[in-house]
């Protein structure tokens, strides 16, 4: 009887490399005539929008804008301290490059962009502020394979075949999706008897909150908090005054993205773009209204144990053809998700004005390695500072002022990772999240702070191994062989199926059948029933 062949249909990623680069981005930046002019910056807040990204041998190319909003002082025409901002979406451009080797054109990488340094100057006419950023750029770049893999071969006694077989641990790739939700809210400021004269600068943030997979969809669901620093009219003094207002967890949101083939049960990978957001004050600064658009791609994956073919042979007299296949597979582990706390104090400079007030406090945090110990995954980094806050002055004013902090706390923790045994020389992908940040002024010059993040961690490894992708047994003749023999095609034909069951070469099937030719050409066989003629003169010893 003829050998029977079980097959399996998979869509495979695989990660050729990761890596990072860093690059200085300038630019400047003109306040326009109708504002009033800049004495002293205050703060600057950069975010970096990637807008394209492509592959090329050995390297992802990226190109962006860095958005960036001013928060500076200077003088009203009656001689009073005055907070203005300005808002530019696309300040500052930015283009760059990150080497990965092996990457090739048709291969797809996920790109990010933070801001490591920046450093602001105003100018002696108070309009000009030039920009100077240091950005690290990261980019991972990954390979699809959509494969037919051979799980199972059999024949009837007496024939009998030498199977090896392995069993794999896989992420189908089910497909990815674009998402896109509307952020609108109406958000009361309660500022007592204080008018709000203007918004400064409005941040927002989204987080997570579940990750889950319908049909023909991939959700990401969480919720939004707000930031808002503005002007406002001290009621004592009657001079400006900066207030910062906080909203957590306000609001939910859903983003769906579209991916036919999903259904419960699959695993939701997002990767969300920072939100753009604005904001601008109604009933006489009573109200803050908020648009905005936040926007992700969502990726949807199915996990699975695939048995495939490492070995098929004949032990009988049954002649066997077999296509082997060198194949990349992304083996991973389960994510493993642990809160940490930084503690710990930092010091103004002598440069900078000593502390009345704080104000704000934001932290951000960056992963700088990551290891796999005895079953434990190590990973180290650091946390990053910056305070917003009321400088003590001699003439009983309020100046305001922004400092930050670099490698402010150190982040140390170990996570246990069950599957590290079996992921022998893996690679441990870590991430951390900021959830909290808590400051408390300690003296004119100290601030205590305690920050709790989340760290997340996953085991990976790209490993390549040859797999039976197709096999079928070879035709046989009794006596001379015929001189042409006439083929219908079946559902699980393949040119390679055809040409070696009837030893023959591709290219000898694709001279003598013209309509054949065609197809392929088109990107397909014939239909199912359809004839093919195998001519005597395309006989070769191809085995």
């Not at 400088?391 to 100046?399: K, N």
């Amino acid at each position: 009887m003829a050998l029977r062949v079980k097959d399996d249909a998979v869509q495979l990623e695989a990660i050729i490399g990761t890596n990072s680069a860093q690059t200085v981005a300038e630019g400047t930046v003109t306040i326009p005539s109708s504002m009033l002019a800049a004495d002293r910056i205050v703060k600057v807040t950069a975010i970096p929008h990637i807008k394209e990204k492509w592959v090329e041998e050995d390297r992802v190319n990226v190109e962006g804008v860095i958005a960036v909003t001013l928060v500076y002082t200077g003088r009203s025409n009656t001689g009073q301290a005055y907070y203005g901002n300005l808002e530019i979406a696309d300040g500052v451009p930015f283009s760059h490059f990150v080497d990965i080797p092996g990457v090739l054109p048709n291969m797809q990488s996920q790109c990010d962009a933070n801001i490591l340094d920046l450093q602001s100057t105003v100018r002696s006419d108070g309009r000009t502020v030039d920009l100077d950023l240091v950005l690290e750029i990261s980019a991972t770049a990954r390979e699809s394979q959509e494969l037919t893999l051979v799980t199972d071969a059999m024949v009837s006694a007496p024939d009998k075949l030498k199977v090896a077989k392995d069993t794999l641990r896989i992420e189908d790739l089910i497909g990815e999706g674009t998402a896109q939700a509307e952020l609108r809210e109406m958000i009361p400021l309660s500022s007592g008897s204080t008018p709000i004269l203007r918004l400064l600068e409005l941040q927002g943030q989204f987080r997570i909150a579940e990750k889950r997979v319908a049909v023909d969809r991939g959700i990401i669901s969480g919720t939004m908090s707000y930031k808002a620093i503005c002007a406002a009219v001290n009621g004592d003094t009657g001079e400006e005054q900066v207030l910062v207002y906080r909203w957590d967890n306000i609001s939910r949101v859903e983003l769906s993205a579209e991916i036919p083939g999903s259904r419960s049960g699959m695993i939701a990978y997002p990767q969300i773009a920072p939100p753009v957001i604005s904001g601008r004050l109604l009933n006489e600064g009573q109200m803050l209204a908020v648009e905005g658009v936040l926007a992700a791609v969502v990726k949807v994956v199915q996990p699975r144990d695939v048995t495939v073919v490492t070995e098929l042979s004949s032990e009988g007299d049954l002649e066997v053809g077999v296509r082997r296949e060198v194949i990349r597979i992304q083996q991973l582990g389960d994510t493993a998700v642990k809160d940490i706390y930084v503690d710990g104090t930092v010091e103004l400079s002598e440069s900078r004005p000593p502390l009345e007030r704080l104000l704000d406090m934001e932290a951000k945090a960056a992963i700088t390695s990551a290891s796999v110990v005895g079953g434990r995954a190590l990973v180290t980094g650091y946390v990053d500072l910056g305070a917003t806050y009321v400088g003590r002055a001699d003439d009983f004013s309020q100046p305001v002022y922004h400092v930050t902090w670099s490698n402010a706390g150190i982040l140390e923790t170990s996570i246990s990772v069950p599957i590290a045994s079996a992921l022998a020389g893996a690679d441990v992908v870590a991430d951390v999240t900021i959830q909290d940040v808590r400051a408390e002024l300690l003296s004119r010059e100290t601030i205590g702070f305690h920050v709790t993040a989340t760290v997340s961690c996953r085991l990976q490894q790209t490993i390549s191994k040859e797999v039976v992708a197709e096999a079928v047994d070879l035709r046989k003749f009794k006596g001379r062989s015929p001189t042409y023999t006439c083929v219908t095609l079946q559902p699980d034909d393949t040119l390679w199926k055809l040409a070696t069951k009837y030893r023959t070469s591709i290219e000898s099937l694709l001279e003598g059948n013209p309509v054949l030719a065609e197809a392929v050409t088109a990107g397909d066989l014939p239909s199912v029933g359809g004839k093919l003629f195998i001519t005597k003169s395309g006989i070769s010893s191809l085995v």
